[in-house]
């Protein structure tokens, strides 16, 4: 069973940035896909971006191409999420998840408990 614990989630002004971290257990954390997700109030979960196992190729929702940078490492069991230009409308719970033995996130093994972030104008 694998455990994930988002942090860094916090209140900014748009334009500003932020990094997410997402710590997972176990000893086979590269082969886990990761990824992000968020959710904003009304709106189903949506796909933020993924990462393979060995880093070498990521995926990103159109909407924060350019933006967001996700980056992992393997030796902390941690992936990272990084927010630069944040806009209003990334406002959204943001979940970090795990896809075992596979190169893209698809549909989530685990998920974690999420962490808020909040963009205002």
């Known amino acids: 069973q694998v455990q994930l614990v988002e942090s860094g989630g916090g209140l900014v002004q748009a334009g500003d940035s932020l990094r997410l971290s997402c710590a997972a257990s176990g000893r086979t954390f590269m082969r886990f896909a990761m990824g992000w997700f968020r959710q904003a109030p009304g709106k189903e979960r949506e796909f933020v971006s993924s990462i393979s196992g060995r880093g070498a190729i990521t995926y990103y929702d159109d909407s924060v191409k350019g933006r967001f940078t996700i980056s992992r490492d393997n030796a902390k069991s941690t992936v990272y999420l990084q927010m630069n230009s944040l806009k209003p409308e990334d406002t959204a719970v943001y979940y970090c998840?795990?896809?075992?033995?596979?190169?893209?996130?698809?549909?989530?093994?685990?998920w974690g408990q999420g962490t808020q972030v909040t963009v205002s104008s």
């Open positions: 998840a795990a896809k075992y033995d596979s190169s893209r996130i698809g549909s989530p093994d685990y």
